[in-house]
């Protein structure tokens, strides 16, 4: 082959390796075209990007969606005072950067560190020197904060900080929940608090216990909503009607709850707290005829808008705590007795000691008063005498009867998370121990109802603390709380031997419930002492082991009102547990007595 036909076959395989890359790329460029064709076919199609919703994306970059805050509704005393309102607190920041001004040029940050922070140590819960400390940060910040101290600022403080004409300072409001009376029902009326919603990142109010937990659905009301679209700029397109949703604010709750009556309550509870230290206080007064809880009290307890106390005791002991009741049980075992045949309070029996099998049931006084009759043995607390009754009646006729006053199950829905109760009852022996309020775990509330059936002669009423519910206006009641009756455990006569045998224990020579006397009223009552159990389960010792209550009902023959305190472990040293706890009984119980009786001379 000659040089020229190698430089003409050279020149071929030239061309034809142009023409393969030039078709190369042709298919190349081609393929890419065509890829990025259905990629943007596919986005035009399904609105969707790397897993975003390319529609709600941009309606959202156009659209502006504000929550429209919905009222908490309001918790009310019996006579239209607020126990519980929405209120905003305020957090307090301090803008520091020196570019921020104003349209006019006014600076819009801190100009005066040392007014400032004079102003904020006058009013905050922070020194002159920390809140300065905060305002010269070492590193350089747009703005500060001023930790806990400037968290929960009340409007009241808020305006004193702006009365200063501080610039710089700025607040953000906060929904809050505020209660007036402060310790006021604590656990009774609850606790609302802020909580961020995960989903909105919106702060909203809920409850959290008692009444603010319970009503839960009634108190919160509905959020609204306002959307509006927006241009490129940021501003509202006007041929855009805004889409609009109102809130539909929270409805109102109507407590029970006597504010008269309760402040003298929680004042007297406060005075026995001092003085004996009790672990546990407990008070309940209420309406016999309607099952209206006219006041509740507990310590410890804690003060709602500030938070103080919280910590001791989160549960509401009137319904949450298990106890055993000791002697104010006598009051149902002697009205089993009575109704179902077996009572013959003439009889007599030997005080003291009874054994039951290789156990004894010992009384307080362990000496006895003698040979003694069953009328006497109850107005000494005579747990022997309880025992005997318990025995000649049988363990199935007593345990109806404690089923009939339903003792130990949940008896009312105004209360949330209320205990069931429960009791020992295999052995004879334990079965006796009931009888005299051992070995049977019930709570104040459900003792409460029990006792309604001994004042309204025999018809039992359940317990309430709510009255009403009503729309966000209080127009329109959305739900009334009537009385109701629960049962019939025992007869109108056994009722009205029941208040005698009462009346005993407070005016017989030998009744062991004197200081329980009111003046002008005559009173039913029956005092209590139970040993209390530790966590596992054993008795405890000493002067200072013992649970003391009174149940007492007035006036004696036509109850109005009933009371019941109870006084875990007291640290009584020289004061005596009745007395201190008629420091509470006869005080409120006479005062309602005396305003129930102006209010029948006024009308």
Known sequence: MNKKQT????????????????????????????????FFSHKALFKRANGVNLADRTQKLYNQTSIMHARRGTIYASNG??????????????????????????????????????????????????????????????????????????????QKIQ??????????????????????????????????????????????????????????????????QHDNYGYQIPSEKPKEKKPQNGKNVHTTIDPKLERLLENQMSQVDQDVHPKVLNAILMDAKTGEIKAAAQRPTFNPTTGQGLGDVWRD?????LYEPGST?????????????HYRGSDTYRSGIYQIGNQIVPDWNRNGWGTITYDKGFALSSNVAMAHLEENMGPETWKNYIKRFQLLQNNSSDFDQQAMGSMQFQRPIEQANTAFGQGIQVTALQMMQ??????????????RVVDKVTDSQNKRVIKNYSRQVVGHPISASTAKQMRKHMEDVVYKDYGIGHDF???????????????????HGQYENGNNSYLYSVAGMAPA?????????????????????????????????????DDDKNKKQTN
Do not use: C, W
Request: zero cysteines.
């Open 517 to 535: 006397q009111i003046d002008g009223y005559r009173v039913a009552a029956k005092t209590g002492t139970a040993q209390v159990a530790d966590e």
């Open 450 to 463: 029990g006792f309604t059936a001994i004042a309204n002669n025999g018809t039992m009423i359940k317990p």
């Open 557 to 593: 023959k036509k109850p109005r009102y009933i009371m019941y305190v109870t006084m875990k472990q007291p640290q009584l040293g020289d004061h005596i547990a009745t007395k201190e706890s008629a420091k509470i009984f006869n005080v409120v119980m006479k005062k309602a007595l």
């Open 81 to 158: 005072q607020p126990l519980a309102e929405n209120t905003n607190t305020y957090t307090l920041y301090a803008v520091l950067n020196h570019q921020q001004k104003d349209l006019k040029g006014k600076p819009e940050y801190v100009q005066d560190k040392e007014k400032t922070a004079r102003i904020l140590a006058a009013n905050l819960p922070i020194s002159y020197e920390k809140a300065y400390q905060a305002l010269n940060p070492k590193q350089k910040t747009f703005q500060v904060e001023f930790g806990n101290a400037g968290n929960n600022i009340s409007l009241a403080t808020k």
């Open 329 to 341: 049980m006598k009051i149902f075992t002697m009205a089993a007795s009575i109704d179902s045949g």
């Open 163 to 228: 009365a200063g004409h501080l610039t710089g300072l700025n607040f953000i409001a906060q929904p809050a929940r505020m209660y007036p009376n402060g310790i006021f029902a604590s656990h009774v009326v609850g606790l609302a608090s802020s909580k961020v919603d995960q989903k909105t990142q919106q702060t909203n109010l809920i409850g959290q216990m008692g009444i603010e937990n319970r009503f839960e659905k009634d108190l919160k009301g509905t959020d609204g909503f306002k959307q509006s």
């Open 317 to 321: 002991t009137l319904t949450q705590d």
């Open 7 to 38: 430089e003409m076959n050279n020149q071929r395989r030239a061309v034809k390796t142009r023409q393969l890359a030039g078709k190369s790329l042709l298919f190349f460029v081609l393929a890419i075209f065509l890829l990025i064709i259905i």
